[in-house]
C-alpha cells in the first residue's frame, strides 16, 4: 500500500514507513533471542490456579489435555502445552492428549509430549496417551462423557485405546480427575463448560492465545474455570512455578523489548500528532 | 543426509515465503499460503479417516457384520440433493435434523454456561461480609492486604458491571433528574469498556508477537543453528 511521504520531523514520526517498524520490531527480537536481557516473572494468581489444580487432581484419575490448537497459533499454544505436560509428569499425573476440534493439534502435541516423556523416563500407554483427533465436534464431549473408550476408539498409533495399560478402569467422565483446555479457538471452552464441566463438575482448567484470553476472566471469576494461561506469558509463568526454564521463558524477554518498542512508538506517535498540531495553530495565528 | 534437513529447509522456505507479504502483496506468499492451506486440507481429510471413519465405520462394517452402518453415508450425501430444485426437500431433512441437533445442543449448554455467571456476579460490599482469608489467591505482589483486596475488587467489579449495563440501555432518553444520572453513567460504561478494549488490544499485540518470535526462533535456533554452531540450540 503505497503511504504518503512525510512532510516534515513531526509527520514523520507519524507517518513512519511500515519497512522501519517491521525492520525495528525485527531488530529487537533478534537481539533478545540471542543475548536476551531478562525481566523477572511473577506468575499470576491465574496460572498459580493451574498448577494447584494439576496437582490436585487426584491419582487415581486421568487428566485430559485437550490441545485444540494448530500450527497458527503454535508460538502460544505449544509452549503452553509443554508447561502442562512437564507438570503432569512432575506430580505424577497420568494424562491423555485428546483433540475435537483442529485435527494437527494432536500430532503437533505428540512431538511435544514424546522428548518430555522421555526425560521424566515415562512410558507410553502406562503413563500418558495421545487419544488423537475425533471429529464429530460437540458430538464427541457428549459420547464421552458417558462411554470414554467407546467413542475414542484407537490412539494416534493405530491402537484401542482399551488396550493400553493406563486405560484400564477408565470408562467415563466420573474418572476423570481434570481437563485441560490449550486452545486458540473461541467457543471450545463454553462446549466443554456447558456438556461436561457444569452438568458434571468434572474440574476444568485452560491455556489460551493472549488475544481471546481476556474474554474468559470471567468464568475464572465464576469458578468454572479453575485457572487459564494467557498466552506464552502464561507458559513462562508455569516454568517458573515448575522451576524448569523453557520456550516460554525463552520467549519472554524478546516479547518485553518488542512491547517497549511499541510502546516507544506508539508514544512517538502520538508526540508527533501533538508537536504537529500545536505547530500548525501557531502557524493560523 | 540427515532426514531433519529437507523438512528444515521447506519450513524455511515456506516461513521465509509467507513474511515476503510484509514487502507486498505478491505471488510466492500467495503461493505458500495455498500450500499451507491445501496441506491443512488434505491433512483433515487424512487424520478424518485413519482416526475416525476407518476404526469407527470402516472396519465395523466390513470386518464385524456391522452391515447396516452402509446407511450412514447415504443420509449424509442427502446434503448434495441441495443442487436439485426437485429433491431439494431431501436435503432439507438432513438440514433440518443437523439444525436441530444444534439448538438441541445450544439450549442445554446455556445455563451451565450463563448461570453461574449471574450468581457470580453478586459479591458482598460489606467488609464484614468478606471472610479475611477470601483473597489470598488475588494478590501475588501482596501490595494490598487480602481483605481489602476483595473489597477493591468486588466494588470495582459492581461499578463497572452497572456503568456497562447501563450504556446498553436505551429505553430512557439522557434527560430529566434520572436520564442524566444515566447518561453519565453510560458515559463512564462506555469508558470501562474502552479499557478493556485497550487491555484486549494489548493482548493481541502480545499474542501476534509471540507469533513472530516463534518464527525467529525456529529461523535462528532450528534452521541455521543446524549449520551455525554460535546459535546454539533452541531456546
Known amino acids: 500500500m503505497a503511504q504518503a511521504p512525510a512532510t516534515g520531523s513531526w509527520d514523520y514520526l507519524q507517518r513512519m514507513p511500515r519497512y522501519v517498524i517491521y525492520l525495528l520490531l525485527a531488530g529487537v527480537v533478534l537481539w533478545q533471542l540471542l543475548a536476551p536481557i531478562r525481566f523477572p516473572i511473577v506468575p499470576s494468581s491465574t ?17 485430559i489435555i485437550s490441545v485444540d490448537w494448530d500450527a497458527s497459533t503454535q508460538a502460544e499454544t505449544g509452549p503452553q502445552t509443554a508447561a502442562v505436560i512437564r507438570a503432569c509428569f512432575e506430580s505424577g499425573k497420568r494424562f491423555a492428549l485428546m483433540n475435537w476440534t483442529a485435527p494437527m493439534g494432536a500430532k503437533l502435541a505428540n512431538d511435544i509430549a514424546r522428548p518430555i516423556a522421555e526425560q521424566y523416563h515415562a512410558e507410553y500407554g502406562r503413563d500418558w496417551c495421545n487419544w488423537g483427533f475425533k471429529s464429530g465436534g460437540a458430538n464427541v464431549l457428549m459420547a464421552m462423557v458417558k462411554n470414554i473408550p467407546e467413542t475414542m476408539g484407537n490412539d494416534v498409533r493405530g491402537k484401542r485405546v482399551t488396550s493400553l495399560p493406563m486405560m484400564k478402569g477408565v470408562r467415563d467422565i466420573k474418572d476423570i480427575g481434570l481437563v485441560v483446555e490449550v486452545t486458540g479457538l473461541a467457543g471450545v471452552t463454553e462446549t466443554w463448560i456447558g456438556l461436561v464441566q457444569g452438568p458434571y463438575q468434572t474440574p476444568l482448567t485452560a491455556a489460551y492465545t493472549a488475544v481471546m484470553a481476556p474474554g474468559y476472566y470471567a468464568y475464572t471469576d465464576s469458578g468454572q474455570l479453575k485457572g487459564m494461561l494467557v498466552g506464552v506469558k502464561g507458559a513462562a509463568e508455569m516454568e517458573v512455578l515448575e522451576r524448569k526454564p523453557g520456550l516460554g521463558s525463552a520467549i519472554m524477554s524478546a516479547q518485553s523489548w518488542g512491547h517497549i518498542l511499541i510502546l516507544a512508538l506508539i508514544i512517538l506517535g502520538n508526540t508527533g500528532y501533538l508537536l504537529a498540531r500545536g505547530r500548525a495553530r501557531r502557524e493560523r495565528a | ?11 524455511a522456505i515456506a516461513t521465509l515465503g509467507v513474511y515476503t507479504i510484509l514487502y ?7 503461493l505458500f499460503e495455498h500450500i499451507f492451506v491445501g496441506l491443512a486440507a488434505g491433512y483433515l481429510i487424512l487424520v478424518t479417516w485413519t482416526q475416525n471413519l476407518e476404526a469407527k465405520w470402516w472396519a465395523p462394517m466390513v470386518h464385524q457384520g456391522r452391515w447396516q452402518w452402509i446407511f450412514a453415508p447415504v443420509i449424509g450425501l442427502l446434503f448434495y440433493f441441495i443442487y436439485s430444485r426437485r429433491l431439494l426437500w431431501m ?6 435434523l443437523t439444525f436441530g441437533t444444534a439448538a438441541g445442543y445450544t439450549f442445554r449448554q446455556f ?14 460490599l460489606r467488609p464484614d461480609l468478606v471472610p479475611p482469608s477470601a483473597g489470598e489467591a488475588l494478590h501475588p505482589l501482596r501490595v494490598l492486604d487480602a481483605w481489602g483486596y476483595v473489597i477493591l475488587h468486588n466494588w470495582v467489579f459492581a461499578i463497572i458491571l452497572f456503568t456497562v449495563l447501563s450504556y446498553f440501555f436505551f429505553s430512557v432518553p439522557h434527560e430529566g433528574r434520572f436520564g442524566r444520572v444515566l447518561g453519565r453513567s453510560s458515559m463512564a460504561g462506555r469508558w470501562f469498556l474502552m479499557i478493556a478494549f485497550g487491555a484486549m488490544f494489548g493482548n493481541t499485540v502480545m499474542a501476534r508477537l509471540s507469533l513472530f518470535i516463534g518464527r525467529m526462533q525456529f529461523l535462528l535456533f532450528d534452521w541455521l543453528g543446524h549449520y551455525v554452531t554460535w546459535f546454539g540450540g533452541r531456546g
Open chain 1, 47 to 63: 496460572t498459580r490456579d493451574v498448577y494447584k489444580a494439576i496437582r490436585a487432581a487426584p491419582e487415581n484419575k486421568l487428566i
Open chain 2, 1 to 11: 543426509m540427515n532426514p531433519e534437513v529437507p523438512v528444515l529447509w521447506a519450513t
Open chain 2, 24 to 30: 507486498r502483496e505478491n505471488p510466492i506468499s500467495r
Open chain 2, 91 to 96: 436435503a432439507r431433512l438432513v438440514m433440518g
Open chain 2, 111 to 124: 445455563f451451565p454456561i450463563n448461570a453461574p455467571q449471574i450468581t457470580a456476579s453478586f459479591k458482598p
